[in-house]
């Protein structure tokens, strides 16, 4: 399952991202990285992007990121 | 004089201790890449020079501003630096911190927003954490003003943090082979795992600022065996375990962050685009009914100061020549300008500031994304827009916050459709005169928002064909954080958004006008066979006028308007009433016969504020963009909006 799988409110742990270069490096510096609990807070008005709740900060993602990175519940 | 470089995460109130520390009135934005030129300032009551770097989130330099700081940090002589970071969240600001300390150990650490860690449930062992980390560390709260003397004690100190910690042995092993390889005078790991990761920036820099190629032969046959994603997924993990092993051992926390009401509103479908609408609606009716007072007052006052000038003149027998100029053009045009713009401008980006200071800007950004994603564009040009509608040449300059050159051009390129402070003046004044026949603010309010709403959509619309044609592509990548709504001082805000936009604006739009006004007064008083070269010019744009529903005074008063659109509306009057010097505006009635007279009709005044809203941007504002992205892009940002402009008009005009 990837990160658009998760219903808001609902959290789960990053597993891998399969993004590569400047993306996948971007993601890491915002604290998504494997093995890391992240929760879906609450989506934009046209639900593209949402915002995530890691590290206790909330992240905007766009949908089409959001599809590679893959996540599990706990 | 020595340097202290002052770094942090964004959003945690770097730059409001950069303020604290030098007296100083820099901008603190809520965005990443507020800080993009350096700002530079004496401390206090030291011998210090303080340098604000960009408020970056790692050193992994992949954008501009994590450049700038990682060559300042690098290359740059330096006494100490400042690490700031917000106390809610050590363990993301950990991050950067340890990346710092490879590249330099002198480092004291300011832990700001300390006062609010009770209301979050977060408590912070900083004794601790200063003993982890081998630094002085500072508690801070730049609101409050806790901590200051203390971080400038701490200056003094001369501790130097003995923290290191070791990647796995493979890394390690690369590190120490490539050291060897090295042959430039900084070595250090840092440069070392750069190169591993195969970062092409690092080299250019070196390349630029020593003329050294870092990259030897044998470098470059070493980095062929590495793997360097393997390498950066490696650094990043370790940092990030690292971060959390120290979080976890400093900070301890009982309640979790919640979804704040605000948010709530911000993000639900109904709510929003009614918040939103309310929001720009209001905007433009609290600047409409606000900026009146001031502007009446103001050229009353210009009108009394004029006549004291006039008579002064007389009396010591000024000639003709001299004080006409003068007074009939440049002291008109300028003092139109500061009585219609100012007061509208100096309200506009109060509010602006407000929303960009709260933290209301980046959820614009989050919830328009998907707008900009459709028309080709990057989720923050929403906020350049914004900006725009207070000072084109400011958008500009805020695009930078856009990391990609191509959305950045998408940004800058669309943004002249924004009608900005300079135009609105003449589009609220057709609006009352030929749309609401009344003072009526509601209304003229109303049809301005659609107004806006349109020129919104032209702006998409361009930025849609562009990306299909001159800057193909899809748009960069948008991760954003949405910091925490803040609490922002009034007076602060009040003294920024005076000092900063407003009177840095005004001082622009008066400094370019004073030629024109020059201009306009000459064009009026030479002529030939007794007709004015004004009138000899308008005449040769009539007929081409005409098909954009325009006539030939109104054209020209748009291309001598170039340096300020502020003066378009008292050109056109002028040209009208064949007057030999800039006309004093009088009330809404006169200048509506004066139009009516000239054949205006409610088609000319659509025309004419849809060719307000599509024309070349105005020269301060191209100028600033040939200073940000050349003259080539200046050249596409001059034409684009006009030939829409046109076209639009000549198909408009065949039709009604």
């Known amino acids: ?74 | 004089m020595s340097n202290i470089l002052l770094c942090g995460n964004p959003n945690v109130g770097k730059s409001s201790i950069f303020n604290i520390l030098t007296s100083s009135n820099e901008h603190t934005g809520n965005w990443t890449g507020k800080t993009v030129d350096l700002a530079v300032a004496k401390i206090k009551g030291t011998n210090y020079n303080l340098i604000d770097l960009p408020g970056i989130y790692s050193l992994s330099s992949l954008s501009e501003e994590e450049i700038i700081a990682r060559d300042t940090l690098l290359f740059s002589e330096y006494e100490k630096i400042i690490y700031v970071m917000d106390s809610s969240n050590i363990e993301r600001n950990m991050n950067l911190l340890l990346q710092i300390l490879e590249i330099n150990k002198n480092v004291i650490v300011c832990l700001n927003m300390i006062d609010e860690l009770d209301s979050k449930g977060i408590s912070v062992d900083s004794d601790l954490l200063s003993d982890i980390l081998g630094v002085e560390v500072v508690k801070c709260s730049t609101k409050n003003r806790i901590g200051i003397g203390d971080l400038l004690d701490s200056l003094e100190s001369d501790r130097v943090s003995n923290f290191n910690f070791l990647y796995n042995l493979d890394i390690e092993n690369k590190v120490d082979d490539i050291l060897e390889l090295i042959n430039f005078k900084l070595k250090n790991k840092f440069i070392a795992l750069s190169l591993l990761e195969k970062n092409k920036s690092i080299v250019k820099s070196i390349k630029d600022k020593f003329n050294i190629d870092i990259n030897t032969n044998e470098i470059n046959e070493y980095l062929m065996t590495v793997n360097a994603e393997d390498v950066s997924d490696n650094i990043c993990y370790k940092i990030n375990d690292l971060s959390k092993e120290i979080s976890n051992r400093v900070v301890i926390r009982t309640k979790e962050k919640k979804i704040s009401f605000l948010d709530k509103l911000f993000t639900n479908k109904i709510t929003a685009v009614i918040l939103m609408l309310l929001i720009v609606f209001g905007i433009f009716l609290i600047t409409i009914v606000l900026a009146n007072y001031p502007s009446d007052l103001l050229s009353l006052l210009f009108t009394k100061i004029e006549s004291l000038l006039y008579n002064l003149c007389i009396k010591f027998s000024v000639p003709e020549f001299i004080y006409e100029p003068l007074l009939f053009g440049v002291y008109r045009v300028v003092s139109f300008i500061i009585s219609v713009m100012f007061p509208p401008l100096v309200i506009f980006f109060f509010l602006f500031t407000y929303a960009e200071e709260a933290g209301i800007l980046p959820r614009i950004a989050f919830n328009f994304d998907r707008i900009c994603k459709c028309a080709g564009c990057h989720g923050k040009q929403a906020l350049t827009i914004c900006s725009g509608f207070g000072c084109n040449a400011c958008a500009v300059v805020g695009s930078r916050i856009i990391d990609s050159k191509r959305d950045k051009l998408l940004a800058i390129l669309t943004n002249a459709f924004i009608p900005c402070n300079g135009r609105f003046p003449m589009i609220i004044a057709i609006i009352s005169m030929f749309f609401v026949n009344s003072s009526n603010k509601l209304l003229v309010s109303m049809y301005l928002t659609i107004f806006v709403l349109f020129a919104i959509l032209i702006s998409f619309l361009t930025s849609f064909i562009l990306s299909k044609t001159l800057l193909k592509g899809t748009s960069g990548f948008f991760v954003l954080e949405l910091p925490d709504y803040k609490k922002v001082s009034l007076s602060r805000i009040l003294k920024i958004s005076f000092v900063n936009k407003s009177l840095s604006i005004l001082k622009k739009a008066i400094l370019v006008s004073i030629p024109s006004g020059i201009i306009i007064w000459i064009l009026n008083n030479t002529s030939v066979n007794d007709i004015s070269i004004y009138s000899i010019l308008s005449n040769f744009l009539e007929p081409f006028s005409k098909l954009m529903g325009l006539d030939g005074v109104i054209l020209l008063a748009f291309i001598i308007g170039l340096p300020a659109n502020e003066i378009v509306l008292p050109l056109i009057i002028m040209g009208y009433l064949r007057s030999s010097n800039v006309p004093l505006i009088a009330d809404y009635t006169s200048i509506k016969s004066i139009l009516v007279d000239n054949g205006w009709t409610i088609s000319t005044a659509i025309s004419t504020i849809l060719f307000s809203i599509m024309h070349y941007p105005c020269a301060t504002t191209l100028a600033t963009i040939k200073s940000e992205v050349g003259s080539k892009w200046m050249f596409f940002a001059f034409i684009i909006p006009l030939i829409t402009g046109i076209s639009f008009l000549i198909i408009l005009n065949l039709f009604i």
């Open chain 1, 1 to 74: 399952m990837n990160l658009c799988d998760l219903k808001i409110n609902e959290s789960a742990i990053i597993k891998n991202i399969n993004l590569k270069g400047i993306k996948k490096r971007r993601l890491y510096d915002m604290g998504f990285i494997n093995g890391e609990k992240i929760e879906k807070v609450f989506d934009s008005i046209f639900k593209d992007p949402s915002c995530y709740k890691i590290k206790n900060t909330f992240i905007a993602v766009r949908r089409e990121d959001a599809l590679n990175i893959e996540v599990s519940y706990e």
